[in-house]
Structure formats: C-alpha cells, structure tokens
C-alpha cells in the first residue's frame, strides 16, 4: 500500500523576524558609510585648509626674504641696523616703532607660544626709480633713509597680521593668521647664525570649520648685502 507523499509548499517570502534583521543590517550600514563620508570630507576639508596655510606661509616668507635680502648690516644716523625688538616695545631711539602687543592665541608649552621678535632695517636707496640702487662717486651703496619693519598687528577681526610698514606707518599687509614672527641676528640668536645675516621664522595658525587647529612654521637665514 503506497502512503500519500505530502509536499511542503515553498517559502514565498521572507519571516518578520528576518525582514528586521535585514532592515537593522541595513540602517548599520548605512549609518557606517554617513559617517566614512563625513570623515572623508572632514579630512579633505582640513588638508585643504592646511595646504593654504602652507601656500600662504611660504608667500610670505618670500616676501620677506625678498626685503632683508636688500638690506645691510650698517649704522646711520646714529642707530644700527637691523633692529629687533620683542612684543612692540623698541627701545627709545627706535620709539616711533612701538605698538600695541599682538594677541596670543599659543599657551606655554606650544611650539608657537612666545614673544613676536619684530625687526626694523633699511634698504638701499633709488631716488631715480630705475630699480637699480643708488651708488655714491666711491661706487658704495646709498641708504635711503626710510625705515622698514615687519610687525604682527592684531586687527579689528580678531586676527593677527604680518605687516610691513614704511616709517612706522603705511601698513601693508604679508599674511594673515600669524601667531608669531622671530627675526633674529647673530646677537639675538646667541650666535647660532653667522654675523651679517638674518634669520626668519614665521609660525601660522588657524581653526578650521570643524574645530580643528592647523600649525604651520617656516623660515629663512639671509645674508645681508654688506654683512
């Protein structure tokens, strides 16, 4: 006697239970690649705003360098030059130069934390505007007698500027975002760069639109004209 064979019908679908699992699986992935995006576009927000920096900072420091690398290591006047003074506070002879301390954003211990070493200097002159400087009958180098410095200005923004200025005044503006500038001489230096020449040192530094700081440091030695 042949027993009947009873068929079970295919499953046409998925259960509840498994529907759920595949609903959570999915809302975990999903939420896994929201969040490997907003990393990714953080990331690529932040190298941007760094290589700015760095674009901006190695500007400056060639404008810099473009300006010492005319001046001298000479005395007019009365005053020696280059001149470097801390924090906007030049000694007596070199008053016209005193300003208001920059504010610092470093605290002790960051590699940018310390005073602004500002530097006042002169160039050659070229009262003939050929763009060639002046020489006297003796074939020797003629100074103009304006001054020129580089100083770190906290602005109305909040933010601090390197500028150059002419005379104390006529702010031209080098860079933005700089926490702090050290222009030394052999002297000041304790003679770890040779007599006649300069040595910059620019440090910049920004918060970026996720709250993230962003440093950036670069410098230069320049030997002076007659140093």
Same mark, same amino acid.
């Given at each position: 006697?042949?027993? *009947? ?18 609903? %959570? ?5 999903? %939420? ?8 990714? @576009? ?8 760094? !290589? ?20 001298? *290591? ?27 301390? !920059? ?27 050929? @763009? ?92 002076? @004209?007659?140093?």
């Amino acid at each position: 006697m042949k027993q *009947a064979q009873h068929n079970q019908p295919a499953r046409a679908g998925f259960t509840l239970i498994e529907m759920a699992i595949g609903t %959570g699986m999915l809302l975990f992935l999903t %939420g896994a690649l929201v969040t490997s995006l907003s990393g990714i @576009r953080n990331l690529t927000a932040a190298t941007g705003d760094k !290589a700015q920096l760095q674009t901006m900072g190695d500007r400056a420091l060639l404008a810099v360098v473009s300006d010492l690398r005319s001046s001298g *290591a000479i005395s007019a006047s009365g005053k020696a030059y280059p001149y470097v003074f801390d924090d906007g506070a030049p000694a007596p002879i070199f008053a016209p130069h005193e300003h208001e301390a !920059a504010r610092e954003n470093a605290e002790a211990g960051d590699p940018d934390f310390g005073p602004n070493r500002e530097i006042v200097f002169l160039v050659p002159a070229d009262l003939d505007e050929d @763009r060639r400087p002046d020489v006297n009958a003796a074939g020797e180098l003629e100074w103009s007698v304006d001054e020129v410095s580089f100083v770190v200005n906290t602005r109305a923004d909040g933010i601090n500027y390197l500028e150059q200025r002419t005379n104390a005044g006529d702010p031209q503006v080098i860079a933005r975002h700089v926490e702090r500038v050290v222009f030394d001489d052999a002297e000041s230096s304790g003679f770890q760069i040779p007599l006649g020449t300069v040595r910059a040192r620019l440090f910049f530094r920004i918060i970026d639109g996720q709250g993230n700081l962003i440093r950036y440091r670069t410098e230069a030695v320049v030997n002076l @004209r007659n140093g």
